[in-house]
């Protein structure tokens, strides 16, 4: 059984890169027609996906994140990491990492974390 375990920070302060690790066990990031996503919800607002890197090692990012996000992996500690840079406080929200088929997750699926709880603040 696969599964999903976000660690990294709670708190971020303005300005800084928010780096957050899924690391996986149960499977390999690098078995096809799996995409390893990272998924955030706000507080009161609803899942936002931000991008994903697929077993190929290839990466695809929501217009929305593209220009401050970098998603890699690391297959030999079977982790996938996600880099933030520039926060401000809105990137406060639950983040998620998640394995599906598709490459845009907009709903819960089966194979999520958890989830790891960021603020941004000073």
């Known amino acids: 059984q696969v599964q999903l375990q976000e660690s990294g920070p709670g708190l971020v302060k303005p300005s800084q890169t928010l780096s957050l690790t899924c690391t996986v066990s149960?499977?390999?990031?690098?078995?096809?027609?799996?995409?390893w996503s990272w998924i955030r919800q706000p507080p009161g607002k609803g899942l936002e996906w931000m991008g994903a890197?697929?077993?190929?090692?290839?990466?695809y990012y929501s217009p929305s994140f593209k220009s401050r996000t970098s998603i890699s992996r690391d297959t030999s500690k079977s982790q996938f990491t996600l880099q933030q840079s520039s926060v401000t406080p809105e990137d406060t929200a639950m983040y998620y990492c998640?394995?599906?088929?598709?490459?845009?997750?907009?709903?819960?699926?089966?194979?999520w974390g958890q989830g790891t709880q960021v603020t941004v603040s000073s």
């Open positions: 998640a394995r599906d088929r598709q490459v845009v997750v907009t709903t819960r699926g089966n194979y």
């Open positions: 149960g499977g390999s990031i690098t078995t096809n027609y799996y995409y």
């Open positions: 890197i697929a077993a190929s090692g290839s990466t």
